[in-house]
């Protein structure tokens, strides 16, 4: 009889554990560790780059010469004619010209030329038949909605008849034509030294920089 009761007893015991033990893994539960996602850090959007200079080894495409705004200009025997008188001296057996004027037509050359340019000639020629002479001065090109303004350097050699003359020159846009600049060269050889002509171009952007002098070679 006693032994029927302890057996009863230990069943009881058992039931009642096992049935805790189920309530607390209910109340309890294990969770596996959840895996976290990388964080992400929001990145602002990409700035547009700034356009850069392109290699110097490798040339544009032929459609960035299309776009240029160089436009070539030849001129062949402008009308020109001598103007007011300027001084002439003589120094040291040179003969120095100064103040001298001439004007010129060009029109027919470039749609932003027209009527008659004022130059201003000075010199200094160095035999007595206007041979081998330095020549400077300036020159303003009238044009329909502003001028060209510049100056020029040049010399000769041959005299009056049959020699050569050449100038080199640039000018800048006033007005309308502020920002460009025309450079060119003017020479009187091609037709035996009695009328100029002309080859440059008129371009946006300013007049090319004088170079710095070049250092003292070394010994």
């Given at each position: 009889m006693n032994s029927r009761r302890n057996a009863g007893r230990l069943i009881a015991g058992w039931a009642v554990a096992s049935l805790l033990a189920g309530c607390a893994a209910s109340a309890n539960p294990t969770v596996a560790p959840a895996t976290l996602a990388p964080v992400v850090t929001p990145t602002a959007a990409a700035a547009t780059a700034a356009p850069t200079a392109s290699d110097p080894?490798?040339?544009?495409?032929?459609?960035?010469?299309?776009?240029?705004?160089?436009?070539?200009?030849?001129?062949?025997?402008?009308?020109?004619?001598?103007?007011?008188?300027?001084?002439?001296?003589?120094?040291?057996?040179?003969?120095?010209m100064r103040g001298w004027t001439r004007h010129c037509r060009y029109d027919g050359a470039d749609p932003r030329?027209?009527?008659?340019?004022d130059i201003v000639l000075n010199s200094d020629c160095y035999l007595a038949d206007n041979s081998q002479c330095v020549r400077w001065g300036t020159e303003r090109i009238p044009g329909p909605d502003g001028d060209w303004v510049g100056t020029y350097r040049g010399g000769g050699f041959g005299g009056e008849a049959g020699g050569a003359r050449f100038n080199f020159e640039v000018l800048e846009g006033t007005g309308a034509y502020e920002g460009w600049t025309i450079v060119w060269y003017m020479d009187?050889?091609?037709?035996?030294?009695?009328?100029?002509?002309?080859?440059?171009?008129?371009?946006?952007?300013?007049?090319?920089?004088?170079?710095?002098?070049?250092?003292?070679?070394?010994?």
């Open positions: 080894s490798t040339p544009p495409s032929p459609a960035v010469y299309d776009a240029s705004t160089a436009v070539y200009v030849h001129i062949e025997e402008p009308e020109c004619v001598t103007g007011e008188a300027g001084t002439t001296t003589y120094v040291n057996g040179v003969k120095q030329f027209s009527g008659w340019s009187m050889a091609a037709h035996g030294g009695e009328q100029w002509v002309i080859d440059g171009i008129i371009y946006r952007g300013p007049p090319p920089p004088v170079p710095p002098l070049p250092s003292p070679a070394s010994e």
